[in-house]
């Protein structure tokens, strides 16, 4: 089961993946094998794809970011030195 996960997230998060589909469907085109209707049909539907992997890395980046940028501050106060004073 651990192998298909592997494959199912390499499919929907690897933009090699979907270039390579990209440069497939482009000669598939250039070979008169499909439709330019197809072809446009898919063309956006891939490229649909590469946009969302681009949104899931930039808000993982920004949530690295986030992450190591935060600091807190925290302070103790001695109430029994308060009120030797």
Request: charged share 40%.
């Amino acid at each position: 089961m651990n192998q298909v996960q592997k494959v199912v997230d390499s499919e929907l998060n690897d933009e090699s993946v979907i270039k390579e589909q990209l440069l497939e469907l482009q000669m598939r085109l250039e070979l008169e094998e499909i439709e330019e209707e197809d072809f446009k049909v898919a063309e956006a539907d891939l490229f649909a794809r590469l946009r969302a992997i681009k949104s899931r890395q930039l808000d993982m980046m920004s949530q690295i970011y986030t992450a190591e940028s935060s600091s807190m501050t925290i302070e103790f106060t001695d109430d029994e030195s308060s009120d030797r004073r």
